[in-house]
Nanobody, 125 residues
């Protein structure tokens, strides 16, 4: 069993930076990423990475502002959020999978079968 626990959410002002963390416990992961769900909207992909390897993927809306990274020694995934705007307000979920077939890109949600509980990020002045 793999468990994911997010932390680091909160209330920030437009233009600020924030770093989310996702601590993983259990089996070795294959891929991991971040998704978010704003009020009244469907959950959407934000960023993802191979657990071992350098490949990453970003949603167009966050590319150049957000950076996904991981610390394999700590079994922790991060999302560095820079230049945030009110449009980034959402519950952010960490997601992972222990097996990645490679058939779909990292952006495809259904291949992630392990989810954290979510952490709220609110961007407001």
């Amino acid at each position: 069993q793999v468990q994911l626990v997010e932390s680091g959410g909160g209330l920030v002002r437009p233009g600020d930076s924030l770093r989310l963390s996702c601590a993983a416990s259990g089996r070795t992961l294959s891929i991991a990423g971040w998704f978010r769900q704003a009020p009244g909207k469907q959950r959407e992909f934000v960023a993802a990475t191979y657990w071992r390897g350098s490949n990453t993927a970003y949603a167009d809306s966050v590319r150049g502002r957000f950076i996904i990274s991981r610390d394999n020694a700590k079994n922790t995934l991060y999302l560095q959020m820079n230049s945030v705007s009110p449009d980034d307000t959402a519950v952010y979920y960490c997601a992972a999978a222990t097996h990645y077939s490679g058939v779909y890109t990292l952006k495809v949600e259904h291949q992630y079968d392990i989810w954290g509980q979510g952490t709220q990020v609110t961007v407001s002045s």
